[in-house]
Structures are given as C-alpha cells and as structure tokens.
C-alpha cells in the first residue's frame, strides 16, 4: 500500500495541484481525496463492517508518511484518523454505520472542534458547554481552529456540562 501510494503521489500529486487546492474554495483537492479513498487510505483503520479495513497504528504510520512526504492537504488525519477513532469508540450505532461507511469511502468528512480561544493547547477547554433539555441537548459557546472545518459534513463537538463535572463529544451534522 505504501508503495502504490508513493507512486501515485509522485505522478499525480504534484506542487502545482497542491497550489491549485490551496487557492481553491475548498482548500483541497476532490478528486485527489476521492483517489485516497479508493487507494484505501481513507478506510484504512475503519473496521471492515463500516466499509474500512481495520488495520492497526503501524500500518497507518507506513500510510502517513508517504502523506508527510508529499505534504498531503487532504483530511486524512481530521476525519479518517482522529474522528474516525472517535466514532468507533464512542459512536451509536447508526452514527457508526452512517458516518464510518461515509468516510471510509471518500463521502464524508467529518472534523474534530476542540480548540478554544484563549485555551491553547488545552484539549480540556470548559468554554463550550451543554445542557440537557428534555429529550434534548443544548450547547453553547464557540470552538476555533477546527481542521478543515469549511468542507466538513460533520463535526465531533466537545463540550462540558457544570452539572457533571464532565466532557462530552457530539456528533453534529
């Protein structure tokens, strides 16, 4: 996989389209991450129910670094790494089937929001929070520096609740 991947980012991935996706309003290329995803590097370490081919941290260390070498833009890291990781643990299970099948097929991007003004790198940040409201949950406040947050279909949204002194995640379209 390594291998073809290296030759496909040598011959079709070169510093002019990289430029070109930069300039671009969606600041990547389309059709080089629906290539990604057909090369399998999108499902890589999705389990293979979802689509994916469940392979573990060493294969997507060889993976990513061929991306490294060629200074990928493409949201491998955002939504087929961290937010794919995520949803596998802590996903129901029509979240899963939905949004795991998508990614892993180059469908969907789905992107961590985390960071928070004025919180540096802290990753536990109480600035966003939630409330339950009925049957309901209500968030407020304000992530920033959300990976690829202009062309994500989703976003993974920690927020913290006073009332039990806890972080949760949400999955939000």
Same mark, same amino acid.
């Given at each position: 996989?390594?291998?073809?991947?290296?030759?496909?980012?040598? $011959?079709?991935?070169?510093?002019?389209?990289?430029?070109?996706?930069?300039?671009?309003q969606?600041?990547?290329?389309?059709?080089a991450?629906?290539?990604?995803?057909?090369?399998?590097?999108?499902?890589?370490?999705?389990p293979?129910?979802?689509?994916?081919?469940g392979?573990? +941290?060493s294969?997507?260390?060889?993976?990513?670094?061929?991306?490294?070498?060629?200074?990928?833009?493409?949201?491998v890291?955002?939504?087929?790494?961290?937010?794919?990781?995520?949803?596998?643990?802590f996903?129901?299970?029509?979240?899963k089937?939905?949004?795991? $099948? +998508?990614?892993?097929?180059?469908?969907?991007?789905?992107?961590?929001?985390y960071?928070?003004?004025?919180?540096?790198?802290?990753?536990?940040?109480?600035?966003?929070?939630?409330?339950?409201?009925?049957?309901h949950?209500?968030?407020?406040?304000?992530?920033?520096?959300?990976?690829?947050g202009?062309?994500?279909?989703?976003?993974?949204?920690?927020?913290?609740?006073?009332?039990?002194?806890?972080?949760?995640?949400?999955?939000?379209?």
């Open positions: 996989l390594a291998d073809s991947l290296r030759r496909f980012l040598n $011959t079709e991935y070169s510093f002019e389209k990289r430029r070109e996706s930069i300039n671009s969606e600041s990547f290329d389309p059709a991450f629906s290539a990604l995803a057909d090369l399998g590097v999108l499902g890589l370490s999705i293979s129910q979802y689509g994916g081919f392979e573990d +941290a294969t997507e260390m060889l993976v990513q670094k061929e991306l490294g070498r060629a200074l990928v833009l493409e949201p890291i955002a939504s087929s790494v961290i937010s794919s990781a995520i949803l596998e643990k996903g129901s299970e029509p979240q089937e939905h949004w795991l $099948t +998508a990614v892993a097929q180059g469908n969907a991007i789905v992107s961590p929001a960071l928070e003004s004025n919180s540096r790198e802290c990753t536990t940040a109480k600035g966003a929070r939630y409330k339950r409201d009925g049957e949950y209500v968030l407020s406040g304000h992530k920033c520096l959300v990976w690829h202009c062309v994500a279909h989703a976003f993974l949204v920690s927020a913290y609740d006073d009332a039990k002194n806890a972080h949760s995640v949400f999955l939000i379209p």
